[in-house]
């Protein structure tokens, strides 16, 4: 029972601190400036899709490290952070910002796929399975964080800290602007496109599951190709 417990406060952390790095990352992107509040609690159990308690638990590990204050009105602000002389990309938000962005994500993503088919384990592939399964049952405006998730599961098991790092750095990028990538199709129960998605996830999962690399590339790059044919069809 202690192990069972210890897994799970230990799942609970990383999601926690998944929560604090995104948020962290929004205010050094200038996304949230000083006065702004990241949203409210539901909004944002809603968003990474995790509960209440775990976002409690961000909030405050970000308010204890000076990161965001307790406003009067109850949900916490950005803070003034120092100005960064390192690199960094504006968030998205226009067509042309989203296409660059997703041109940078086919380079790195389809090496993760074929890194994490070679050197995924059991626990890895596990996550990725998982993630696969959230993102077939999500709906409206948590399919877009359910396929971060996935995308993130296949770098984790890639086992480059960097290649991570860059997605992690990358994926919020895109939030503004990310309903533009799926797009709703009309006269149909569900999303089309959610459809399509779900099974070229189900290709990449195959891929890595048989542990072929050059399998898990090709299907990781029809998938973003495909993404960056819907960016230059609704620009048209």
């Known amino acids: 029972m202690a192990s069972r417990i210890s897994r799970r406060a230990l799942w609970l952390q990383k999601i926690t601190d998944e929560v604090v790095s995104q948020i962290r990352r929004r205010i050094d992107l200038h996304a949230l400036s000083a006065g702004q509040s990241p949203g409210t609690r539901d909004e944002l159990a809603a968003e990474f899709v995790t509960s209440t308690s775990v976002i409690d638990r961000a909030l405050d590990q970000l308010v204890e490290d000076g990161v965001l204050v307790p406003s009067e009105a109850g949900p916490v602000v950005a803070t003034e952070q120092p100005a960064s002389n390192g690199f960094a990309i504006s968030p998205a938000q226009t067509l042309q910002d989203v296409r660059a962005i997703l ?134």
């Open 103 to 236: 041109e940078l994500r086919l380079g790195l993503e389809t090496v993760s796929a074929g890194l994490a088919a070679l050197r995924r384990d059991e626990a890895q592939l596990a996550a990725i399975r998982q993630a696969a399964a959230a993102f077939s049952n999500a709906e409206g405006d948590t399919a877009a964080q359910a396929d971060i998730h996935f995308h993130r599961a296949i770098a984790s098991a890639a086992g480059n800290i960097y290649l991570l790092d860059l997605l992690d750095y990358l994926g919020p990028l895109l939030m503004p602007r990310r309903r533009i990538l799926l797009p709703k199709t009309p006269g149909t129960e569900r999303d089309g496109n959610l459809e399509q998605s779900e099974q070229e996830h189900a290709a990449i999962l195959a891929a890595i599951t048989a542990q072929e690399p050059e399998a898990a590339d090709q299907a990781m790059r029809a998938h973003l190709l495909r993404a960056l044919a819907l960016i230059e069809r609704s620009g048209r």
